[in-house]
T-cell receptor, first 116, second 115 residues
C-alpha cells in the first residue's frame, strides 16, 4: 500500500520567514500529488496539485511545490509566510493516470503557526 | 458553483445508537469518497463509489459501517451500534476524473461525538 510521510508535525515561524514542508511517499508507479490546507474552523481546500509535466507547480496564495521523482518527494514551499497562512497542511497521493483506485493516501499533517 | 455539502454538521449520539450521515456531491461528479479524520489516526479512507461500479469498501473499519449511493448522486454513511472510538469528523469528497487525473473536493464534514 502507498504511504505518505510528513516530517514536521508542528512548524512555528515569524511572518516573512520562508517555509518548506517536507512530504515523502512510497509508491513505485505513476502518482498524482496534492497539498491540501485546512484553515482553523474550515474544511479541506486544495492548495496545489501535480499530475504530470513541469515538476514545479504553483498553487494559490503564493505556494509552490516541487516533485522530485528520484527522492519520492513533493515538498511545499513559500518564500514569505503571512499570519493568515496559519493552518494545517496535508500532503496526499493517489495512483496516477489509468488506475482504477482514486483513494487518497494522506500524511499526518503539519500544523503551521505564523506569529505576526 | 455549489461545493460538496454534508449534513448534519454536528451529531451527538449515545453509545449503541445508529447514525446516518449524508453527503451531496458536486453536480456531475462521478466519484464519491468518504474519509474519517480523527486525532489519533489522521485522515483515513473509508469507502469509494465510482459511477455504477461496485464500491471499494476496503477502508471500512468494521461491519458496523456501511454506505450507499443512490442514483449516482447523494450518499449516506451509516454507523450502527456506535462506539466511542467512532467519534471523529467524517468527510465526504467528490471528483470528476479528467484526462490526466482527478481532483477531490471536500465537504465541511460531520463532526460525530459518541457519548
Amino acid at each position: 500500500a502507498q504511504s505518505v510521510s510528513q516530517h514536521n508535525h508542528h512548524v512555528i515561524l515569524s511572518e516573512a520567514a520562508s517555509l518548506e514542508l517536507g512530504c515523502n511517499y512510497s509508491y513505485g508507479g505513476t502518482v498524482n500529488l496534492f497539498w491540501y490546507v485546512q484553515y482553523p474552523g474550515q474544511h479541506l481546500q486544495l492548495l496545489l496539485k501535480y499530475f504530470s509535466g513541469d515538476p514545479l507547480v504553483k498553487g494559490i496564495k503564493g505556494f509552490e511545490a516541487e516533485f522530485i521523482k528520484s527522492k519520492f518527494s513533493f515538498n511545499l514551499r513559500k518564500p514569505s509566510v503571512q499570519w493568515s497562512d496559519t493552518a494545517e497542511y496535508f500532503c496526499a497521493v493517489n495512483a496516477g493516470r489509468g488506475s482504477t483506485l482514486g483513494r487518497l493516501y494522506f500524511g499526518r499533517g503539519t500544523q503551521l503557526t505564523v506569529w505576526p | 458553483g455549489a461545493g460538496v455539502s454534508q449534513s448534519p454538521s454536528n451529531k451527538v449520539t449515545e453509545k449503541g445508537k445508529d447514525v446516518e450521515l449524508r453527503c451531496d456531491p458536486i453536480s456531475g461528479h462521478t466519484a464519491l469518497y468518504w474519509y474519517r479524520q480523527s486525532l489519533g489516526q489522521g485522515l483515513e479512507f473509508l469507502i469509494y463509489f465510482q459511477g455504477n461500479s461496485a464500491p471499494d469498501k476496503s477502508g471500512l473499519p468494521s461491519d458496523r459501517f456501511s454506505a450507499e449511493r443512490t442514483g449516482g448522486s447523494v450518499s449516506t454513511l451509516t454507523i450502527q451500534r456506535t462506539q466511542q472510538e467512532d467519534s471523529a469528523v467524517y468527510l465526504c469528497a467528490s471528483s470528476s476524473r479528467g484526462a490526466s487525473g482527478e481532483t477531490q473536493y471536500f465537504g465541511p464534514g460531520t463532526r460525530l461525538l459518541v457519548l
